[in-house]
C-alpha cells in the first residue's frame, strides 16, 4: 500500500490544519492507522492512532484535547484535524498503515507498522 500525505503547511501560533493520508495499491479498511511526527534532530515520536473500526482513538498527551484523528473507510483516507498549534508542534507528520486483527487495537509505536507515507511538513510559527 502507498500513503500519501498532504495539507502540510505554515501556519501561525493558534491556528489550525487539517492533514489527510491517501492509500493506495491496496484498500486499509482492514488495518490500524497511526500519525507521527518527527522534529528536527529528534526521533520520531507517537501522535494519534485509530482502530481499524475507527471507534478506537488514542493520542499523545503532547496533543491530547487539539488534536483529532478520523478515518473514511469509503475513500481510504484518515485525517489529522490539529488546533490551536504551537510552535512545538513544528515537525514532519508520518501516517502509517499495518495490519489489524482486532477492531478496536490502536497501535502507538513506529515498529508496529510496516507501511509509511513520505510526510508532510508541519510549520507553527510563534
Known amino acids: 500500500v502507498q500513503l500519501v500525505e498532504s495539507g502540510g503547511g505554515l501556519v501561525q501560533a493558534g491556528g489550525s490544519l487539517r492533514l489527510s493520508c491517501a492509500a493506495s495499491g491496496r484498500t486499509f479498511s482492514g488495518g490500524a492507522l497511526g500519525w507521527f511526527r518527527q522534529a528536527p534532530g529528534k526521533q520520531r515520536e507517537f501522535v494519534a492512532a485509530?482502530?481499524?473500526?475507527?471507534?478506537?482513538?488514542h493520542y499523545a498527551d503532547s496533543v491530547k484535547d487539539r488534536f483529532t484523528i478520523s478515518r473514511d473507510s469509503a475513500k481510504n483516507t484518515v485525517d489529522l484535524q490539529m488546533d490551536r498549534l504551537n510552535p512545538e508542534d513544528t515537525a514532519v507528520y508520518y501516517c502509517?498503515?499495518?495490519?489489524?486483527?482486532?477492531?478496536?487495537?490502536?497501535?502507538?509505536?513506529?515498529?508496529?507498522?510496516?507501511?509509511w507515507g513520505q510526510g508532510t511538513l508541519v510549520t507553527v510559527s510563534s
Open positions: 502509517a498503515a499495518r495490519q489489524s486483527w482486532g477492531s478496536s487495537t490502536v497501535y502507538t509505536s513506529t515498529y508496529d507498522y510496516d507501511n
Open positions: 485509530i482502530s481499524k473500526s475507527g471507534g478506537t482513538t
